[in-house]
T-cell receptor, first 113, second 117 residues
Framework: AQTVTQSQPEMSVQEAETVTLSCTYD???????LFWYKQPPSRQMILVIR??????QNATENRFSVNFQKAAKSFSLKISDSQLGDAAMYFC??????????FGKGTKLTVNP | EADIYQTPRYLVIGTGKKITLECSQT?????MYWYQQDPGMELHLIHY???????EKGDLSSESTVSRIRTEHFPLTLESARPSHTSQYLC????????????????FGAGSRLTVL
């Protein structure tokens, strides 16, 4: 079974600075998707960024970018120019051939003014 | 506006009561999911459906049941609630598909927070 590991239960960053959240995963599949989702306090879970495993180019969405290392099974999220609204739980997730989304345990990000 | 709706948002009930958590989506998505989110925020898949009259149990065993009679509706039922069922329940949906931009991207509802006394 696939597993997703987020080794940082909590992270903090100063406003306007850059922070990187770590994620590793375990799979024997070659074709899959990786995601980062954001869950603000008491609010809806939303997609931050998606990466297709067959694409070598790292995905980017405005201030959010990933470092996808397929051989190392690593998928980190970089948030540049952090804003107060970035404070949330961030979940790394994997979807393979079963089409079921498997989540890591999450990283709580605090943004300090 | 296309979205996914969950009701109730908050529910406090006594042990032994039957409850149904509603989930509806207006996006025409074929795939729907229920996740249980524990106090530590970890998410576990408890049920999923790939279309009408299709339901499957997820990775975490659950005493709840689901039905999928209409594409847009995926309710979750607990016949006899217990304190161990206290949790947040998240409903989600996604398109069927392969390589299009929306494929496999889950849209989540706001959640139903259940407390069983």
């Amino acid at each position: 079974a696939q597993t997703v590991t987020q080794s940082q239960p909590e992270m903090s960053v100063q406003e306007a600075e850059t922070v990187t959240l770590s994620c590793t995963y375990d799979t024997s599949e070659s074709d899959y998707y990786l995601f980062w989702y954001k869950q603000p306090p008491s609010r809806q879970m939303i997609l931050v960024i998606r990466q297709e495993a067959y694409k070598q180019q790292n995905a980017t969405e405005n201030r959010f970018s990933v470092n996808f290392q397929k051989a190392a099974k690593s998928f980190s999220l970089k948030i540049s120019d952090s804003q107060l609204g970035d404070a949330a739980m961030y979940f790394c997730a994997y979807m393979g051939g079963s089409e079921k989304l498997v989540f890591g345990k999450g990283t709580k990000l605090t943004v300090n003014p | 506006e296309a979205d996914i709706y969950q009701t109730p948002r908050y529910l406090v009930i006594g042990t032994g009561k039957k409850i149904t958590l509603e989930c509806s989506q207006t996006m025409g998505h074929d795939k729907m999911y229920w996740y249980q989110q524990d106090p530590g925020m970890e998410l576990h898949l408890i049920h999923y459906s790939y279309g009408v009259n299709s339901t499957e149990k997820g990775d975490l065993s659950s005493e709840s049941t689901v039905s999928r009679i209409r594409t847009e509706h995926f309710p979750l039922t607990l016949e006899s609630a217990r304190p161990s069922h206290t949790s947040q329940y998240l409903c989600a949906s996604s398109e069927l598909g392969n390589s299009n931009a929306g494929a496999n991207v889950l849209t989540f509802g706001a959640g139903s927070r259940l407390t069983v006394l």
